[in-house]
C-alpha cells in the first residue's frame, strides 16, 4: 500500500530521536506508529530511502513482492513522495543477529528502543536457527531470480519472543526466529561524520565491509556465490562473536584447521562464546570454507550448506552420533561410465527425501555399491576376508565412477590414469568439501589395505564398519547431486 508523505512525516515527528533503531545501506531506520497500520501492525519499521529517485523506490517495490517468504522481511507500505521516501516493513523487537553476536553498547541501546525485554545472548542453538532461518530466505530468493546484494550479520533481524522449534529428538527447542532484510535494497552509503564505513563501492557496486566476495572486486558482478559468501561469513560470525571486517584474513588457518583435523582455536573460541559442540563446529567450518574460502569456481552450493545445517539443528538433543552422517539422502539416476556400474542411494531414505527424490525407472533400482552394502552379513559374524576385499574394492571404484563423472561434468580434463589414488581424491573432492574428502580417504586406505597391504588387515573393519562408512559416502554424493 501506498503512505501518504504527511503520515510518514508526523510519525517520524512523533518517534524523535529515540525512535531511531538502526541505518542501512539506504538511510536510517525508524520505529513508528503509522495510523494507517497500527491497528494491525503496531510499532514498524519505517526505511528511509535517502538518494533513492520515486522511480528507484517503485522498482524496488516490484522486487520486494516477489519475496513471499517466511523467512524474508515483507513490504507493508512505502512512500515515493520526495518528501519522504521510504519502505515500510514490520518492526521486529530482537533486533539484528549482529547485534546479538557482538553485544556491543550501541546493539543494547537499540535493543532497548526496540523494547526488546529477553536476554540479548544466544546460545549456539538460537544461532543456528537464525542462521539457517537466513539461508532458507536466500534459497528462495535464488528460486525467484532476486540477487540480495548485502548479505550480513545486520541484514538478518530476529524476533522479539521465543517460538517453540519442533524437534527430532526430544522437546521443542525455543528459538527466535529470523527473517532475510535489506532484500534488493543495498546502496552504497559513505561514512557518516566521526563514524565509519560500512559499505564499499567498486565500479558502482556496493558491498560491506569484511563481506565482501573477493570474486565480486574482481569480476564487479553481484551473483547467486557472491550472496552465498555472505552467508559463511554471517556463519563464521556466529562461531566467534567477532565483526566481520578482516574476520575472514583473522580466522582462516582456524577454519582449515577445524575442518581437516578437527583440532585448534576455532573450537575453544566457539565453545567460549556460545557452548557451540565440536562436532557442530567442525561441520560449520567446512561450511564457511565451501561458501566463503573456496575458489569460486568450487564453491559449494548453498542448498548443500543449508541441508548441513538443517541436519545439525534437528539433531539437537539426539547427540554427536546423531548428527555425524546423519544427512537425508536423496536419489539421482547416474549413467554407468567406462570404471563401472552406477552407484545409487540405499532405499532406507528418509521418507521426506523419498518424496523430494525424482521418479526413477527400474534400470535405476540399485548399484553396485548399494547391493554391497545390502549384502554385508550384519549378524555376529563378518563376511569371510576375502568376500570382504571384494565388496570394499567395488565400494572404492563405484565411489569413484561418480566423482570422475561428476568431475568431467564440472568441465574438466579426465585424469591421467597412473595418477596416484591418494592425489586423485584430492583433486576431484575439492578442499572444502571436507567431510566427503574424509570419507573418500578413509574408503581409500580400506582399499589399499584389501589390495597390497595384507600385513595390516589382521584387524581388518568390521561390516558394520564397512557398511556405514559406505552409507554415509552415498549420502554426502546424493547431496551434491554426484
Given at each position: 500500500?501506498?503512505?501518504?508523505?504527511e503520515?510518514?512525516l508526523?510519525a517520524?515527528?512523533?518517534?524523535?530521536s529515540?525512535?531511531?533503531?538502526?541505518?542501512?545501506?539506504?538511510g536510517?531506520?525508524?520505529?513508528?506508529?503509522?495510523p494507517?497500520?497500527?491497528?494491525?501492525?503496531?510499532?514498524?519499521?519505517?526505511?528511509?530511502?535517502?538518494?533513492?529517485?520515486a522511480?528507484?523506490i517503485?522498482?524496488?517495490?516490484?522486487?520486494?513482492?516477489l519475496c513471499?517468504?517466511?523467512?524474508?522481511?515483507p513490504?507493508?507500505?512505502y512512500?515515493?513522495?520526495?518528501?519522504?521516501?521510504?519502505?515500510?516493513?514490520?518492526?521486529?523487537?530482537?533486533?539484528?543477529?549482529d547485534?546479538?553476536?557482538?553485544?556491543?553498547?550501541?546493539?543494547?541501546?537499540?535493543?532497548?528502543?526496540?523494547?526488546?525485554?529477553g536476554?540479548a545472548?544466544?546460545?549456539?542453538?538460537r544461532?543456528?536457527?537464525?542462521?539457517?532461518?537466513?539461508?532458507?530466505?536466500?534459497a528462495?530468493?535464488?528460486?525467484e531470480?532476486?540477487?540480495?546484494?548485502?548479505?550480513?550479520?545486520?541484514?538478518?533481524l530476529l524476533?522479539?519472543?521465543?517460538?517453540?522449534?519442533?524437534?527430532?529428538?526430544?522437546?521443542?527447542?525455543?528459538v527466535y526466529?529470523?527473517?532475510?532484510?535489506?532484500?534488493?535494497?543495498?546502496?552504497?552509503?559513505e561514512?557518516?561524520?566521526?563514524?565509519?564505513?560500512?559499505?564499499?563501492?567498486?565500479?558502482n557496486?556496493?558491498?560491506?565491509m569484511?563481506?565482501?566476495?573477493?570474486?565480486?572486486?574482481?569480476?564487479?558482478?553481484?551473483?547467486?556465490r557472491?550472496?552465498?559468501?555472505g552467508?559463511?561469513?554471517c556463519?563464521?560470525?556466529?562461531?566467534?562473536?567477532?565483526?566481520?571486517?578482516?574476520?575472514?584474513?583473522?580466522?582462516?588457518?582456524?577454519v582449515?584447521?577445524?575442518?581437516?583435523?578437527?583440532?585448534?582455536?576455532?573450537?575453544?573460541t566457539?565453545?567460549?562464546?556460545?557452548?557451540?559442540?565440536?562436532?557442530?563446529?567442525?561441520?560449520?567450518?567446512?561450511?564457511v570454507?565451501g561458501?566463503s574460502?573456496?575458489?569460486?569456481?568450487?564453491?559449494?552450493?548453498?542448498?548443500?550448506?543449508?541441508?548441513?545445517?538443517?541436519?545439525?539443528?534437528?539433531?539437537v538433543g539426539?547427540?554427536?552420533?546423531?548428527?555425524?552422517?546423519?544427512?537425508?539422502?536423496?536419489?539421482?539416476?547416474?549413467?554407468?561410465s567406462?570404471?563401472?556400474a552406477?552407484m545409487?542411494p540405499?532405499?532406507?531414505a528418509?521418507?521426506?527425501?523419498?518424496?523430494?527424490?525424482?521418479?526413477?525407472?527400474?534400470?535405476?533400482s540399485g548399484?553396485?555399491?548399494?547391493?554391497?552394502?545390502?549384502q554385508?552379513?550384519?549378524g555376529?559374524?563378518?563376511?569371510?576376508?576375502?568376500?570382504?576385499r571384494?565388496?570394499?574394492?567395488?565400494?572404492?571404484?563405484s565411489?569413484?565412477?561418480r566423482?570422475?563423472?561428476a568431475y568431467?561434468?564440472?568441465?574438466?580434463?579426465?585424469?591421467?590414469?597412473?595418477?596416484?589414488?591418494?592425489?586423485?581424491?584430492?583433486?576431484?573432492?575439492?578442499?572444502?568439501?571436507?567431510?566427503?574428502n574424509?570419507l573418500?580417504?578413509?574408503?581409500?586406505?580400506?582399499?589399499?589395505s584389501a589390495?597390497?597391504?595384507r600385513?595390516?588387515w589382521?584387524?581388518?573393519?568390521s561390516d558394520?564398519?564397512v557398511?556405514r562408512?559406505?552409507?554415509?559416502?552415498?549420502?554426502?554424493?546424493?547431496?551434491?547431486?554426484?
Amino acid at each position: 500500500m501506498t503512505v501518504p508523505a504527511e503520515e510518514v512525516l508526523l510519525a517520524l515527528e512523533a518517534a524523535g530521536s529515540e525512535g531511531e533503531v538502526g541505518e542501512g545501506g539506504f538511510g536510517k531506520v525508524f520505529a513508528a506508529e503509522l495510523p494507517s497500520l497500527v491497528a494491525r501492525w503496531g510499532r514498524v519499521a519505517v526505511k528511509r530511502a535517502s538518494g533513492l529517485h520515486a522511480a528507484e523506490i517503485l522498482l524496488e517495490v516490484a522486487t520486494l513482492r516477489l519475496c513471499r517468504h517466511r523467512n524474508v522481511l515483507p513490504l507493508l507500505g512505502y512512500c515515493d513522495d520526495a518528501r519522504a521516501p521510504c519502505m515500510i516493513t514490520p518492526l521486529l523487537h530482537g533486533g539484528s543477529l549482529d547485534d546479538r553476536l557482538l553485544l556491543s553498547d550501541s546493539a543494547f541501546e537499540r535493543l532497548r528502543r526496540l523494547g526488546f525485554e529477553g536476554d540479548a545472548c544466544l546460545d549456539w542453538q538460537r544461532r543456528l536457527s537464525a542462521l539457517c532461518d537466513a539461508a532458507r530466505g536466500l534459497a528462495h530468493l535464488k528460486g525467484e531470480r532476486i540477487l540480495h546484494r548485502d548479505v550480513k550479520t545486520a541484514n538478518i533481524l530476529l524476533e522479539g519472543a521465543l517460538r517453540p522449534l519442533p524437534m527430532a529428538h526430544g522437546p521443542p527447542l525455543l528459538v527466535y526466529r529470523a527473517v532475510l532484510s535489506d532484500v534488493g535494497l543495498a546502496k552504497v552509503r559513505e561514512p557518516t561524520l566521526g563514524g565509519t564505513a560500512t559499505h564499499a563501492t567498486t565500479r558502482n557496486l556496493a558491498f560491506s565491509m569484511g563481506f565482501g566476495d573477493p570474486a565480486l572486486l574482481n569480476s564487479s558482478k553481484h551473483s547467486e556465490r557472491t550472496d552465498a559468501f555472505g552467508i559463511g561469513i554471517c556463519i563464521l560470525m556466529s562461531l566467534v562473536s567477532e565483526p566481520a571486517a578482516g574476520l575472514m584474513d583473522d580466522r582462516e588457518d582456524d577454519v582449515c584447521d577445524a575442518m581437516e583435523s578437527g583440532t585448534g582455536a576455532l573450537f575453544e573460541t566457539a565453545h567460549a562464546v556460545a557452548g557451540w559442540p565440536s562436532h557442530a563446529t567442525r561441520a560449520l567450518a567446512g561450511a564457511v570454507h565451501g561458501l566463503s574460502l573456496a575458489t569460486k569456481r568450487n564453491r559449494q552450493p548453498l542448498p548443500v550448506a543449508l541441508n548441513q545445517m538443517e541436519t545439525l539443528l534437528e539433531a539437537v538433543g539426539g547427540g554427536e552420533e546423531a548428527v555425524v552422517g546423519a544427512a537425508p539422502v536423496v536419489s539421482r539416476p547416474l549413467v554407468c561410465s567406462s570404471r563401472g556400474a552406477s552407484m545409487l542411494p540405499v532405499s532406507e531414505a528418509e521418507p521426506d527425501a523419498r518424496a523430494a527424490a525424482p521418479a526413477q525407472s527400474e534400470e535405476w533400482s540399485g548399484g553396485e555399491l548399494t547391493r554391497m552394502v545390502r549384502q554385508l552379513d550384519l549378524g555376529d559374524a563378518d563376511a569371510s576376508l576375502a568376500r570382504k576385499r571384494e565388496r570394499v574394492t567395488k565400494a572404492y571404484d563405484s565411489m569413484m565412477v561418480r566423482l570422475e563423472r561428476a568431475y568431467a561434468g564440472q568441465g574438466h580434463a579426465p585424469l591421467p590414469t597412473d595418477e596416484q589414488e591418494l592425489r586423485k581424491i584430492n583433486l576431484l573432492v575439492p578442499r572444502h568439501l571436507g567431510r566427503l574428502n574424509g570419507l573418500a580417504h578413509s574408503l581409500r586406505k580400506w582399499w589399499n589395505s584389501a589390495k597390497h597391504e595384507r600385513e595390516q588387515w589382521a584387524h581388518p573393519p568390521s561390516d558394520k564398519e564397512v557398511q556405514r562408512l559406505v552409507k554415509e559416502v552415498i549420502a554426502e554424493l546424493d547431496l551434491l547431486g554426484w
